[in-house]
């Protein structure tokens, strides 16, 4: 496996690859991270990770200074998993100030995006760079960032990038809760409580399966549960899985998004439901 830090030396590297499966990460890698790079491997011949905390898709009161780098911890984790690691710097990604930025859907300011502006569009421009560099043949994201994952199947399709988009089933502790690097700024309290997300999220999973449609009702009751036990609730929302938009009463396929504060930690999830 070979770490590589510099554009000039990752296009070096990659220039006679001609299958290479790449997954973007922002580092402190967990099991849900090397479950997609071990997803990658079946996908292609050459394993590309990038490690990079992105600074423009954080708000400025977000936790991109405290978000946790552990770069030579994550290199072990990914010793024989992958082939080529590349770690850049800030410098070295935005070698001049960025002035050009995807300029996101409509779909990106609802959500999570209503909740942290800007972050998709710097989400989508650090991905679309990276994608530029690394040239992957596949790229694997986690369905945990659902929405981010829909954005992301949108640019590629209408930019006509020939890069086959794959979505990876999250990865949950055995008590439910999906794995993510902020879950470790949870206090031991915290992360007891924490497993209610996915616990919400089942029963109204069940309750679509019981044949329940009045959804505004569904998340009104989600929403109240989780506030009940002091969560501060973004939002907890039924929609249609294709595009984000609101379901009809005659899907059969739905998912359900949550994004809520516990304490200071921000948590998302999300579950998709099929007839
Ligand atoms: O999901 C993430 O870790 C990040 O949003 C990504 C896709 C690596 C872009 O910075």
Known sequence: MQLIHSVTALRDRLSAESRVAFVPTMGNLHEGHLDLVRHA??????????????????????????YPRTLVADCAKLEGLADVVFAPDVEGMYPEKQTVYVEVPEIASQLCGEFRPGHFRGMATVVLKLLNLVQPQVAIFGKKDYQQLAIIRQMVNQFNLPIDIVGAETVRAADGLALSSRNQYLSDTERTEATTLS??????????????????????????ALSDRGWQVEYVTVRNPSDLGAPTVTDRQWVVLAAARLGKTRLIDNLEVCL
């Not at 491997?41 to 405290?66: H, M």
Request: glycine share 6%; with cysteine.
């Open 41 to 66: 491997r079946t996908r292609g011949e050459c394993v590309v990770v990038s490690i990079f905390v992105n600074p423009l898709q954080f708000g400025p009161n977000e936790d991109f200074d405290k």
């Open 199 to 224: 616990r919400i999220l089942r029963d109204v999973q069940n309750r679509l399966l019981a044949g329940v449609r009045d959804y505004v009702e569904l998340e009104a009751q989600a929403k109240k």
